[in-house]
């Protein structure tokens, strides 16, 4: 039996692996969140040019109740990111690389 949860206009299975840096795991705020076009989760802390040995999977219901304020972003549809600027979430398209 699965539990689902509603988060960004969708409804996800609560243990949906997500991307995840580490820093957002020890506590930092997340500034950056993305909603791939094939589904897939990521959140991110402000550091740039994370490396592959910072990022980390974990269950969206995990995040979530580590950054409830995530919960504010709203409606986040497939193919879209959100950013974190002076306390207000911006949402705009992801820019594929051809």
Do not use: N
């Not at 949906?16 to 506590?27: D, F, Q, R, S, Y």
Request: charged residues 20%; contains cysteine.
């Amino acid at each position: 039996m699965t539990s689902d949860l509603d988060w960004g206009g969708f409804r996800f299975d609560a243990h949906k692996a997500c991307v995840v840096c580490t820093h957002i795991l020890e506590g930092r705020p997340v500034v950056f969140v993305a909603h791939h076009a094939d589904g897939d989760l990521q959140f991110l802390c402000d550091k740039q040019d994370h490396t592959e040995a910072e990022a980390a999977a974990v269950g969206l219901a995990h995040v979530l109740e580590l950054h409830p304020s995530l919960k504010s972003i709203g409606y986040l549809p497939a193919g879209s990111m959100a950013a974190l600027a002076d306390g207000q979430w911006t949402i705009c398209d992801i820019q594929e690389d051809d």
